[in-house]
């Protein structure tokens, strides 16, 4: 059996991170001067290298052949290796989110207490640390306030404002950012020549745009389509992408907003129509729709700058003949019109989910903002 990518291609070292400079910086000067914390505490959205972070600095604190004042792991110990290959005894992964109680807590005190069978570190990682019943935290706490010197602890989750304030004291914490586009972008460009597979750059950029900012979620996308096209030896273009994920063409929601920008009224409800037809998904389309006007009002909003924003990121997807249409459109709305109709949209976005006739909150929208 294969590894999927996001396993295969991990990161064994702080170099290989794609983005959160700032935590590998920390972390990095406190392990090469040798003033590793006991506690860590590592929040941010899912898939941007928190459990990944954890696992290196692991290695690195444990491992046997790192020279002083270096901070990288050698991966080639049998320290390291252990930890890469997921046996090592003294590398403790938690789930929270199935080991949550009181008692779970209190089993793993009493083996805190044993100093590391082999290592330096006994480290322990607890992922959704959010999960943790209250009872459970309070328990913890106690550990973290007075840990043995053996011990380290990387607390890891999604949501932070489900964690009791007094956990969050007692760790270092570093508040990981979702990944640019450009940043996700290049590493699937990587995995892709790594497994002599060739996809064009506006495909990689589609994959990154999707994944919301997930590493993990876009490699997870990335094996999806190797699995499909990777053994045809063909180049995988952007349509492809879009033929597989089910997204929306680009040229259906500017035609759409050629007519709300002419104020048809009918003819815009017969395209929506039409499209929904077609069995494409109108709750894809909705979100293509308001992603693309939201792209017009940035571009209408920096016309107006001096010294305009760069444009590379939330344009990713676009091609320069797109943008140049996006230009022209929202020519014809005022900024206050674009704000307006995309609180409409979002509106009519939610109303979709429980209507009877899942166009019919859009066909409200079109008459409103044809009829204003």
Partial sequence: MSLVLYRKYRPQ??????????????????ISSNTISHAYFFSGPRGTGKTSIARILAKAANCENRKKKDFEPCNECSSCLEIKAGR????????????????????????????????????????????????AANALLKTLEEPPAHAIFVLATTEIQKMIPTIISRCQRFDFRRLTLPEISKRLDIISKKESVKIEKPALELIAQVSGGSIRDAESLLNQLFTLYGGLGKEVKAEDIKDLLGLVEIKLVSDFTNLLADKKTFEAISYLNKVNEKGLDLHEFVKTLISYLRKGLILKIMGQESNPIHSEDFLSGLTSEEIKSLK????????????EILNSLLGAQNKMKYSPIPQLPLELVIVEICET
Avoid: C
């Fill in 13 to 30: 070292g702080f170099n290989e991170i794609v983005g959160q400079e700032h935590v590998v910086k920390t972390l990095a000067n406190a």
């Fill in 88 to 135: 090592s005894i003294d590398l403790i992964e938690i789930d929270a989110a199935s080991h949550r109680g009181i008692d779970d807590i209190r089993e793993l005190k009493e083996g805190i207490k044993f100093s590391p069978t082999k290592s330096k570190y006994k480290v322990f990682i607890f992922d959704e640390a959010h999960q943790l019943t209250k009872e």
């Fill in 328 to 339: 022209n459109q929202v020519e014809s709305f005022e900024d206050k019109d674009l704000r």
